[in-house]
């Protein structure tokens, strides 16, 4: 399999011309990562006492920031919580600058998610099968259908102590669509409509969704799928950021502790090429229009 990881160095980013950063935005919206291994966040000196997970509030495993400023999971009182706040926001700030410069375009378009640092270890967390994100997977939501709108991530990387964030990243999105399309079971609007009048999901699910579910489903179910298909092992140091569609990059978190994390959300229709999407995908092998 080719390498599905595209390395961005300092004097390449420094120096950019419209010929890379054509090659770069391709290559992200293909279902690659672009790796950035000089462009980390850096917590400030009294920031540091926040890489503990002893700053998490009882029962919950990450810490976020929305989009409106508010903070929750963090435990302590008002001091605590703003520290918090000002460190993810900053991150925030960084993250948003990256993709700014990166990928212009998409600026107006772009819908903010909550910002999340996550100071718990990876290894060792009991989840169910559809749960475990060490199984390698394309990120879809049972409870919230999105209708094919993109779902771009920025990662960083802030171990104090040198240890890597480990995943998995496996074959590419039309690869994966292939194998595991002809499994799915076909599409039901009577179901969709009962699942959203029960309040399982909050809009109507739309085949595309559907699909993507089954996709994500049959990927993690697979164990010989995720021992024998193409995959490559990729450590993220720390001090590095990385930046991916997670609906669109087969990946697996394996280990890891004290990361940093953005979501933003996309239309489609807003992408330098939508025919690469998912949802292009989907359409071309299946034929059919699915939202």
């Not at 394309?138 to 991530?153: M, T």
């Amino acid at each position: 399999m080719e390498t599905q990881l595209v390395t961005i160095g300092q004097d390449e980013w420094r120096d950019l011309t419209p010929a890379s950063q054509q090659r770069w935005i391709e290559a992200l919206e293909a279902g690659k990562v672009l790796l950035f291994p000089f462009l980390g966040f850096v917590p400030e000196k009294e920031e540091q006492r926040l890489l503990d997970p002893a700053v998490l509030a009882k029962g919950v495993r990450n810490i976020s920031l929305d989009a409106q400023g508010r903070i929750k999971g963090v435990e302590g009182e008002a001091a605590a919580q703003q520290a918090a706040a000002d460190m993810i926001g900053r991150f925030r700030t960084q993250a948003m600058g990256l993709i700014d410069r990166l990928l212009p375009a998409y600026g107006p378009a772009l819908r903010l998610a909550p910002t999340s640092f996550r100071p718990m270890q990876v290894e060792g967390r009991a989840q169910s099968w559809r749960a475990d994100d060490r199984r390698l997977h394309v990120d879809a939501f049972p409870s919230r259908p999105n209708y094919g709108e993109r779902i771009l991530r920025v990662f960083t990387n802030l171990n104090p102590h040198g240890t890597p964030r480990v995943w998995r990243v496996g074959e590419p999105f039309e690869a994966v669509a292939k194998r595991f399309l002809p499994r799915t079971k076909a599409y039901s609007p009577w179901q969709a409509k009962m699942l959203h009048k029960l309040h399982v999901t909050k809009s109507l699910r739309s085949e595309y969704d559907h699909l993507m579910l089954q996709l994500h489903d049959g990927m993690k179910s697979d164990l010989d799928y995720q021992r024998e298909c193409p995959q490559e092992t990729v450590p993220f140091a720390p001090g590095s950021t990385w930046v991916c569609f997670s609906d669109q990059t087969s990946h697996a978190v394996m280990s890891g502790q004290f990361m940093m994390e953005q979501t933003l959300h996309l239309p489609v229709a807003s992408q330098y090429n939508p025919e690469a999407s998912p949802l292009g995908i989907l359409r071309r092998l299946t034929g059919r229009k699915l939202i």
